[in-house]
């Protein structure tokens, strides 16, 4: 099952974010997400989060429109969006898709972003995207054998000229093996803090990024696509 969150950041490009939902996808609101999710003429399933950000009337509208409300005290140790994420894979998510994960506070935003490396994540594929921007997390094994585990070889598909960009997270990631990029790695490391891995661009479609120890971040930017 695939899970389709909005969280309350910006949403920069909604047209692409409504190409990218399915027929058949879970639709959760993050609090304020529920105003993307009504600009885009989507009744979400779940409308989760503490709701500072929605006053009592748009939480009574969902209330009447059968959505499922599952509120949060606005003490708590967890964001809205990490709540929606849990409450997702407790349903039996394997898939979620963040939408509206990025914002002006720089705070929020790294927190979205690391939020694909809590280990007990570990299984999900839970990525974001921003328009033409989306973000990937792949998982090698910390004894550098490659886990037989969605998430350790990672498909790129895209236009020639798109832009990839592997960053490691927590630490060296090693191992690391591309096809189809300008820039090879063949069973190379990447160093935590190094900005080696930025900017590489896609030569063909899909492309693989494998890797056998780390947490390593991949970001494509679709160089093509309307912004």
């Not at 033409?132 to 790129?156: A, F, K, N, W, Y």
């Not at 900017?199 to 063909?204: D, E, I, V």
Request: proline fraction near 5%; charged fraction near 20%; hydrophobic fraction near 45%.
């Amino acid at each position: 099952m695939r899970a389709v969150i909005f969280a309350n950041g910006l949403l920069s490009h909604p047209e692409a974010a409504r190409q990218a939902i399915r027929p058949d996808d879970l639709l959760i609101a993050a609090d304020g997400g529920l105003r993307h999710c009504q600009h885009l003429g989507l009744t979400p399933s779940i409308l989760i989060g503490d709701f500072d950000s929605l006053d009592e009337g748009q939480v009574s509208a969902m209330r009447r429109a059968a959505v499922r409300i599952i509120r949060h005290p606005a003490r708590k140790d967890s964001t809205d969006l990490e709540l929606a994420v849990r409450h997702a894979k407790s349903l039996g998510a394997t898939d979620i898709l963040v939408l509206a994960g990025l914002g002006a506070r720089w705070d929020q935003t790294l927190a979205n972003l690391l939020l694909p490396a809590a280990a007990d994540l570990d299984g999900v594929r839970l990525h974001l995207q921003d328009g033409p921007q989306e973000m990937h997390l792949l998982r090698g094994d910390p004894q550098g054998t490659p886990l037989e585990v969605q998430g350790s070889t990672l498909e790129i598909h895209g236009a020639v000229g798109d832009t990839v960009s592997l960053i490691p997270l927590g630490g060296d990631a090693s191992g690391i093996t591309t096809h189809g990029l300008e820039y090879p790695l063949r069973d190379e490391r990447l160093a935590f803090a190094s900005s080696r891995g930025i900017s590489n661009t896609l030569l063909a479609s899909p492309a693989t990024v494998s890797l056998k120890e780390g947490l390593l971040m991949c970001i494509v930017i679709h160089n093509a696509a309307p912004v």
